[in-house]
């Protein structure tokens, strides 16, 4: 019930499109969802976040959709660059949970030419 | 801009023997925590500490691990007598306060592998 589920694995999306990653959770007590972006030899880096009292967040090129009936909600990037080619991981906080993020297993996005 | 920042970028060391990670928080942070990534796995919590003491830790942080903070600046992951399963990427991170939508910035971690 801790999980959060992430998908796809790895996703490939040309220059200028649009790339969809999608994340679910079952347990209620998360109560605010971040997404973190990796590139290869760094930490994970906050990219965008939203509490569930919002259907959507858009920052840029980066907006997040969030159904809170379906426990689900996902990361859309437009535009996509290849400067976009990294690892996403979706996160998630627990009310009374303390401050530990819980993570989605995480989507390689790859941006190509 | 601060960052956090994290030594050795890379260890190697043979099973059964001691290691400590080493990490510097961004100043003015009082909350730090400790995560893994095993390859190809998800970034895992295994500890967070604020006031020289642990506020939670996972099912992962076993005895065989331990935090401290050992002056105003570095806080330590020790891990006692390694296993090969703790060959993992390990990451510090740092935050101001321990509010849900404070960002927890991360340092660019430290590759353990346990032969």
């Known amino acids: 019930q801790q999980q959060v589920k992430q998908s796809p694995q790895s996703l490939i999306v040309q220059k200028g499109g649009i790339s969809i990653i999608n994340c679910a959770y079952e347990?209620?007590?998360?109560?605010?969802f971040p997404w973190y972006q990796q590139f290869p030899g760094k930490g994970p880096a906050l990219l965008i976040a939203?509490?569930?009292?919002?259907s959507e967040k858009k920052e840029g090129r980066f907006t997040i959709s969030f159904n809170k009936s379906a426990k689900q909600f996902s990361l859309h990037i437009m535009d996509s660059q290849p400067g976009d080619s990294a690892t996403y991981f979706c996160?998630?906080?627990?009310?009374?949970?303390?401050?530990?993020?819980?993570f989605g297993t995480g989507t390689q996005l790859k941006v190509e030419l | 801009e601060p960052e956090v920042t994290q030594t050795p970028s890379h260890q190697v060391t043979q099973m059964g023997q001691e290691v400590i990670l080493r990490c510097v928080p961004i100043?003015?942070?009082?909350?730090f925590y400790w995560y893994r990534q095993i390859l190809g796995q998800k970034v895992e919590f295994l500890v967070s500490?604020?006031?020289?003491?642990?506020?939670?830790k996972s099912e992962i942080f076993d005895d065989q691990f331990s935090v401290e903070r050992p002056d105003g600046s570095n806080f330590t992951l020790k891990i006692r007598s390694t296993k090969l399963e703790d060959s993992a990427m390990y990451f510090c991170?740092?935050?101001?306060?321990?509010?849900?939508?404070?960002?927890?910035?991360f340092g660019p971690g430290t590759r353990l592998l346990v032969l």
């Open positions: 991170a740092s935050s101001a306060t321990e509010a849900k939508q404070e960002t927890q910035y």
């Open positions: 347990n209620t007590a998360f109560d605010y």
């Open positions: 939203i509490r569930p009292d919002v």
């Open positions: 996160a998630a906080y627990a009310s009374g949970g303390g401050n530990k993020l819980t």
């Open positions: 100043s003015n942070h009082l909350y």
């Open positions: 500490f604020y006031n020289n003491e642990i506020s939670e």
